[in-house]
């Protein structure tokens, strides 16, 4: 149990998976998820930004970055804020190690030297999670169907039976707890 | 020179700047940044993610989760590690006020209830900032010309001016501290 919450939240120690560039659509020809049957999707990393996030905790051992990327039908769907997303929506979280650089921080001590900046960065890749809209086939949960993949590998059957029930609060947002980020 | 320095790194409250949608290319009809005369790129909210990053500092006051996005040239160079970076290279650096949901964090808890974990995401937008390659017109700067926007309006010429002596410590890596994060 200890395991699965750990993969869940993307503690797990990975290698590799770097800087792979892949065709824009359709799902790779690896492994597909338990319970969704989703393979890993094409492209998702050229993506368009929903937001950012950050998320910490397991008494200060999980410290990661996060950026929420769409498909075209789903930003589309954010932008004009429709609700339920579209059919063909998929959403993928992609988290990395909070990671920081004497050299970035001493540049920005040198620029700033009364701020006391504190500069980190995504460093190196944990999971990619992705939500797929469909509501026929995922039906029984909410319409949408869930995927975790490390290094390119899809988690185990217990991990993603955790994925609906954590989603569920947000049911009145279509099960999306992401909001689309202002334009600065 | 307080404010000069808070205007950079974007502590100044701003509102509005929300969600406008504008054409991929080109810049827009407003005015330029002084020093180095850029326009605000039209466009830049859907280019591609190069990484994600955190900003802390100001003894509290100051906390902004970032994203930086390229366009088509820059995202090109940072795949293939090409420096210089070719004319025609824009990274763009879109800072928002780092915010956290009651709502997303009971989530979480319900989810996980073992890790304390805390959860944040890009709240309100700050300003976006513009590195534009061309390596002729700004020959006297590295070849990038620098431009601040809060709001859609350029920031003054005194900010502008410590863009590129803060930069210079990054000057192996052609001014820019960045780094591409890798595929998760």
Redesign the interface.
Same mark, same amino acid.
């Given at each position: 149990m200890?395991r699965i919450?750990f993969a869940?939240?993307g503690i797990g120690s990975l290698a590799g998976?770097?800087?792979?560039?892949v065709p824009v659509s359709g799902q790779s020809g690896g492994d597909a998820a338990p319970i969704y049957g989703i393979k890993l999707p094409q492209g998702y990393?050229?993506w368009?930004?929903i937001?950012?996030?950050?998320?910490?905790?397991?008494?200060g051992k999980?410290k990661q970055?996060?950026?929420q990327?769409g498909n075209d039908i789903a930003i589309a769907a954010f932008?004009e804020g429709k609700l339920p997303f579209p059919d063909g929506s998929i959403i993928a979280a992609?988290?990395?190690n909070?990671d920081s650089s004497d !050299?970035?921080n001493? =540049?920005?001590a040198?620029?700033?030297p009364?701020?006391?900046?504190?500069?980190?960065?995504?460093g190196?890749?944990?999971?990619?999670q992705f939500m797929v809209k469909d509501s026929k086939k995922y039906a029984a949960s909410g319409g949408w169907g869930y995927a975790d993949?490390?290094n390119g590998k899809p988690g185990d059957q217990a991990l993603h039976e955790?994925c609906f029930?954590?989603h569920l609060?947000?049911k009145d947002r279509d099960y999306v !707890?992401?909001?689309? =980020?202002?334009?600065?």
């Open positions: 200890k919450i869940l939240v998976a770097v800087g792979t560039t990393r050229d368009r930004l937001s950012v996030k950050r998320l910490t905790g397991a008494g999980l970055l996060r950026a990327l932008r992609l988290h990395w909070e !050299f970035d001493q =540049a920005l040198a620029g700033f009364d701020l006391g900046l504190d500069s980190t960065f995504a190196s890749a944990v999971n990619v993949f490390t955790k029930p954590c609060p947000a !707890f992401t909001h689309y =980020a202002p334009t600065p």
